[in-house]
């Protein structure tokens, strides 16, 4: 006998063969798009990044990563989505949690802009980036003079700006900050580590992202500042779409986090990446610590994160093949666990116990942060 599990099994197979079939057909129509130059509608998006330096200290390579949309505000489809899940989510229409669904949620039905070139600026001079792919982003990696980098800045980052005759000098602009070869680095997890998402309660994690004012976790981000302070670099790595880059940044900077590179999932209904998103953070976040421990391998590093999901297991794993490069492992416990956990000692197995703690305050994590004087410099 078949179960209706099965049936709904098969429908959601056919869906997703129809989306990955629409998304080929889409692919194969823009390689006859020639590429062109922004209009005035688009909008970009450029993604704060980390330049290293070459050995010989004589030149910043810097990865350039973009997105190029337009909000189509007005669009018909884009209104009746959201007026359908103001209505159904039982929202005011004019109210405050309706006005934060609609400009969440409003990335995502953009317009993303295909095969368009982008001019970008920094220091008095001119690159050629792009063109963007089917969901609008690009990627490009360029090469500064660190003499020039060094007479323009104070050394800790510098700004790259979109140059475009149909936008205002300095529209759309990202940070590049300046990581020098030897010192320490956080690479930090976003929900429930910094910002309170109650990631286990899945109706509140939809409320707390799309719905809810952001709120930071008390006192993270004046550790963070600390390190900081005293010459840290920081990256975040979070399962959240690309989408929500520009609300989570703001939220970052409001709530007074440092500055910092922030590496999410992409996501598209069109192509695999739809399968991608929903796969374990495993599969995410390990590929992307790993590239940022290889691109700066002489540094050291603090993880920061939660137990809510399954940061413990990614650290580990990360630590396990890095281990002359993880400083510390630091785990937010938010699901009421003890370091003598099965699931922990599992995670951290083959680590020392020195090099990893849990902690549920700002001021215990703080205690196992504390260095030495200029402990940072000698990393």
Not at 131 to 148: C, N, R, V
Not at 237 to 242: H, K, L, M, N, Q
Request: glycine fraction near 6%; proline fraction near 6%; charge should be positive.
């Amino acid at each position: 006998m078949t179960h209706p599990r099965d049936g709904i099994g098969r429908r959601w197979n056919v869906v997703f063969a129809l989306l990955s079939a629409i998304g080929a057909i889409s692919r194969l129509l823009s390689f006859l798009l020639p590429a062109t130059r922004l209009n005035p509608a688009d909008r970009v998006v450029l993604f704060n990044t980390a330049a290293r330096l070459t050995d010989d200290g004589r030149i910043w390579r810097i990865p350039i990563h973009g997105w190029v949309h337009q909000p189509e505000r007005e669009d018909p489809l884009r209104r009746a989505v959201l007026a359908s899940l103001v209505w159904f989510l039982k929202l005011e229409r004019d109210g405050l949690h309706a006005q934060t669904l609609s400009l969440r949620l409003g990335y995502f039905l953009v317009d993303n802009k295909r095969k368009r070139r982008i001019t970008i600026s920094t220091i008095n001079q001119l690159f050629a980036v792009g063109p963007s792919d089917l969901q609008g982003h690009f990627h490009a990696d360029i090469e500064l003079d660190s003499t020039k980098v060094n007479a323009s800045t104070n050394g800790a980052s510098i700004q790259i700006a979109v140059q475009s005759p149909n936008h205002p000098s300095g529209a759309f602009f990202c940070q590049v900050i300046l990581v020098p070869p030897i010192g320490l680095s956080v690479i930090s997890d976003v929900d429930d580590t910094v910002k309170d998402s109650n990631v286990l309660d899945k109706k509140a994690l939809i409320r707390n992202t799309f719905l809810e004012p952001y709120r930071a976790v008390q006192g993270m981000a004046d550790i963070y500042r600390s390190l900081a302070t005293a010459g840290a670099a920081f990256h975040f790595v979070s399962c959240s779409p690309w989408h929500l880059y520009p609300v989570i940044l703001a939220f970052l900077a409001e709530s007074g986090f440092p500055l910092a590179t922030l590496s999410m999932k992409r996501l598209r209904l069109k192509d695999s990446s739809l399968y991608e998103f929903f796969s374990t953070p495993d599969a995410f976040k390990i590929p992307r610590i790993t590239a940022i421990l290889k691109t700066f391998p002489q540094r050291r590093f603090i993880l920061i994160g939660d137990s809510g999901e399954r940061d413990p297991e990614i650290y580990g794993c990360v630590a396990r093949d890095y281990p002359d490069q993880i400083f510390r492992i630091l785990i937010r416990n938010v699901s009421d666990e003890d370091s003598n956990s099965p699931r922990l000692l599992k995670a951290f197995q083959g680590i020392p116990f020195e090099h990893w703690s849990l902690f549920s305050s700002p001021s215990k994590l703080r205690e196992f942060l504390t260095l030495p004087e200029d402990a940072i410099a000698h990393l």
